[in-house]
């Protein structure tokens, strides 16, 4: 399976950036895609997914300013981000998963990381937000 993200880039403040993400390759139906991110030195988060019924999640830190996506017939993802901010700084990365139980995959244990779980990631697109 390949997933490659398009779109990153830099912004001022109160910006706007539209991320797509591309899968190709699978032989499986996709149960869900989501944006994640991750600052360096931090653990990576999930932004923003959408479930094949059309549910979508989205993390407090992006409600009512990103909107996610999904065309599926062109196995397409996208993330559109308006209002952004310097603290949205950080590398998208998009996650592709066949399997329900991992999209809806709450920590097992202390210290669990759930998106590790996830099988499919792209190669990641910076963005910055300067103030």
């Known amino acids: 399976v390949q997933v490659a993200e398009y779109g990153g880039g830099s912004v001022q403040s109160n910006g706007s950036l539209r991320l797509s993400c591309v899968v190709s390759?699978?032989?499986?139906?996709?149960?869900?895609m989501g944006w994640f991110r991750q600052v360096e030195g931090k653990e990576r988060e999930r932004v923003a997914q959408?479930?094949?019924?059309?549910?979508?999640t989205y993390a407090d830190s992006a409600k009512g300013r990103f909107t996610i996506s999904r065309d599926v017939a062109k196995n397409t993802l996208y993330l559109q981000m308006d209002s952004l901010k310097p603290e949205d700084t950080a590398m998208y990365y998009c996650?592709?998963?066949?399997?329900?139980?991992?999209?809806?995959?709450?920590?097992?244990?202390?210290?669990?990381?759930?998106?590790?779980?996830?099988?499919?990631w792209g190669q990641g697109t910076q963005v910055t937000v300067s103030s």
């Open positions: 996650a592709a998963e066949a399997l329900a139980e991992v999209c809806h995959m709450t920590p097992l244990y202390v210290g669990h990381l759930v998106w590790t779980e996830y099988k499919n």
């Open positions: 390759g699978s032989t499986r139906p996709t149960y869900c």
């Open positions: 959408i479930d094949s019924d059309g549910s979508i």
